[in-house]
């Protein structure tokens, strides 16, 4: 499991524009990543996330890897899909209505092709400069899933979230007995032979990235956890902390008792 000082190393080493550490290192493995980004009403974010992500992705193509990105636009009401038209090197995908998160990520995940499959909310929280680290941790290691766990306090996480996914955490620990840092973290990247169990996966909804989290803490894969970067959203927030807080324990109870 990376630690914050290998973290903080290899940050440095990206914001310098070089090459990830010696043992981090991904020209080795050429491979080809899809990043999937499910999109509801992000007109805010978009300007400011999809250069910094394309900026990325040339990044990755100029070490050999091939990259596509995929947008699932879920039923957007304002500007969004017209924003994502004029972006080259996009696949955008349109669902007429609101079908959910999951439903999103799971729309984009039978459309994409690659070898290696990543997802992130596109609102501008997650950091996309973060994204080759979870990338070289994921093919460097023997894990199946790679997911980015996101500091709660200190970061541009409302208090009353942070103090939620805080307290999931800590339960999360005690129910499954693992180190668990982040149940329900949206920036993950994972082997295309968890793909038929991911898409398997019954919630079409918000609640998605906590029931994969409760997938891989009860099932047999092998999974990492690598610290990631958080920032302020921009535009409204779909999230309910009592709604959604409330299916999240549902969740966390229903696998523990079926284990």
């Not at 070089?18 to 990543?33: A, Q, V, Y």
């Not at 290696?116 to 996309?128: G, H, K, S």
């Not at 989290?213 to 309910?240: E, P």
Request: net charge positive; glycine share 6%; hydrophobic share 40%.
């Amino acid at each position: 499991m990376t630690q914050p000082s290998d973290y903080a190393l290899m940050i440095s080493d990206l914001r310098d524009g070089n090459e990830l550490p010696p043992r981090r290192r991904l020209k080795e493995f050429l491979m080809h990543l899809s990043i999937v980004l499910p999109c509801h009403n992000e007109a805010a974010a978009l300007p400011t996330f999809i250069p910094r992500l394309k900026a990325v992705k040339t990044q990755l193509e100029a070490m050999g890897h091939t990259c596509e990105i995929i947008v699932v636009d879920d039923g957007s009401s304002d500007s969004s899909p017209s924003l994502l038209q004029n972006e080259s090197d996009i696949k955008l995908i349109r669902l007429n209505s609101c079908k959910g998160y999951g439903a999103a990520l799971k729309t984009g995940f039978r459309a994409a092709s690659g070898e290696v499959l990543a997802f992130m909310d596109c609102d501008n929280t997650y950091f996309p400069e973060d994204l080759p680290i979870l990338y070289a941790e994921l093919i460097n290691s023997n894990a199946d899933i790679v997911m980015g766990y996101r500091p709660f306090f200190g970061s541009g996480m409302p208090l009353l979230r942070a103090m939620g996914n805080a307290l999931f955490v800590g339960l999360a620990r005690v129910l499954f007995n693992q180190k668990i840092r982040d149940c329900s973290t949206g920036f993950r990247l994972f082997k295309r032979s968890l793909l038929p169990h991911v898409l398997n996966l019954p919630t079409c909804g918000f609640n998605f990235s906590m029931q994969l989290t409760l997938f891989c803490l009860v099932s047999s894969h092998c999974w990492r956890q690598v610290a990631i970067r958080y920032n302020h959203r921009l535009g409204d927030s779909k999230l309910s902390v009592l709604r959604d807080g409330i299916q999240y324990l549902y969740l966390m109870l229903k696998y523990r008792w079926q284990n």
